[in-house]
């Protein structure tokens, strides 16, 4: 599991726990760190689908 794979599994198990309607995720790491955003959308994604 990557380090975005784990950010998005963890937010949503704790979204989960709080009964949650909704929840909003940024791009993770795209600014500073330059991540690619096309990448980062593809994980985010298939994470969150998976």
């Known amino acids: 599991m990557t ?4 950010c998005y599994r963890n937010s949503l ?8 309607r909704s929840i ?3 791009n993770i790491t ?3 760190y ?11 994604i298939e994470t969150v689908n998976a």
Do not use: N, Q, V
């Open 3 to 6: 380090y975005h794979e784990s």
């Open 13 to 20: 198990a704790l979204a989960s726990e709080r009964h949650a």
């Open 24 to 26: 909003a995720f940024p």
């Open 30 to 32: 795209t600014g500073i």
């Open 34 to 44: 330059r991540f690619p955003k096309p990448l980062a959308a593809d994980i985010a």
